[in-house]
Nanobody
Framework: QVQLVESGGGLVQPGGSLKLSCGASGLPFSILTMDWYRQAPGKQREFVAR???????NYEDAVKGRFTISRDIAKSTLYLQMNSLKPEDTAIYFCADELGNWGQGTQVTVSS
């Protein structure tokens, strides 16, 4: 059974940091391209970051230089390190794989 489970969200002040995790099971994690998406209240889900099967990465312009996507293949876990957080980063963050599987999301709220 395929499962993607996000964790690590929470409330953080502007300028703070959070690290999200996405645990994968039932997947050939080491050969998959994995993504982070987010959905803010009243907005469509949007792409945040991607790590390709070969380790290459891509980022949405608004998060470049602040967010870092990474993975631990041995642990079948995807990460998103988020630094210098802004109120506009507030959203539910989802991980997804190239096969079309999605996690349930984790809430990130950036507020003073």
């Amino acid at each position: 059974q395929v499962q993607l489970v996000e964790s690590g969200g929470g409330l953080v002040q502007p300028g703070g940091s959070l690290k999200l995790s996405c645990g994968a099971s039932g997947l050939p994690f080491s050969i998959l391209t994995m993504d982070w998406y987010r959905q803010a209240p009243g907005k469509q889900r949007e792409f945040v970051a991607r790590i390709h099967y070969n380790g290459g990465t891509n980022y949405e312009d608004a998060v470049k230089g602040r967010f870092t996507i990474s993975r631990d293949i041995a642990k079948s876990t995807l990460y998103l390190q988020m630094n210098s957080l802004k109120p506009e980063d507030t959203a539910i963050y989802f991980c997804a794989d190239e096969l079309g599987n999605w996690g349930q999301g984790t809430q990130v709220t950036v507020s003073s």
